[in-house]
């Protein structure tokens, strides 16, 4: 089993930044495909971004990509996310996942076999 914590989610204002961090025990998750996604209000889970077992592949949706930047550390088993000019529109709550494998990019909630609690961040106009 993996256990995996957010942290670092918030109150910012339209502009400004956040980190995301994603902390992972139980089993290693270096030798996988790490995703976050998201979900506001009333909407479908959606990918935001994901980055291969080694990190030297990345992938964005197209919403989010320029401002958010997506890195890995594997001897600490730990995922982040940076985000800047963040817009309203980035409100939501936000989820770390471990891919089912290497496979990359992974880009729909199945192929991501475990998850975290989420952590909520919120972007104010």
């Known amino acids: 089993q993996v256990q995996l914590v957010e942290s670092g989610g918030g109150l910012v204002q339209a502009g400004g930044s956040l980190r995301l961090s994603c902390a992972a025990s139980?089993?290693?998750?270096?030798?996988?495909?790490m995703g976050w996604f998201r979900q506001a209000p009333g909407k479908e889970r959606e990918f935001v971004s994901a980055?291969?077992?080694?990190?030297?592949?990345?992938h964005y949706a197209v919403s989010v990509k320029g401002r958010f930047t997506i890195s890995r550390d594997n001897a600490k088993d730990m995922v982040d996310l940076q985000m800047n000019s963040l817009r309203p529109e980035d409100t939501a709550v936000y989820y770390c996942?471990?891919?089912?494998?290497?496979?990359?990019?992974?880009?729909?909630?199945?192929?991501?076999?475990?998850w975290g609690q989420g952590t909520q961040v919120t972007v104010s106009s």
């Open positions: 980055i291969s077992w080694g990190g030297d592949s990345t």
């Open positions: 139980g089993r290693t998750i270096r030798t996988y495909t």
């Open positions: 996942a471990r891919g089912n494998g290497l496979r990359f990019p992974a880009l729909t909630p199945a192929e991501y076999a475990y």
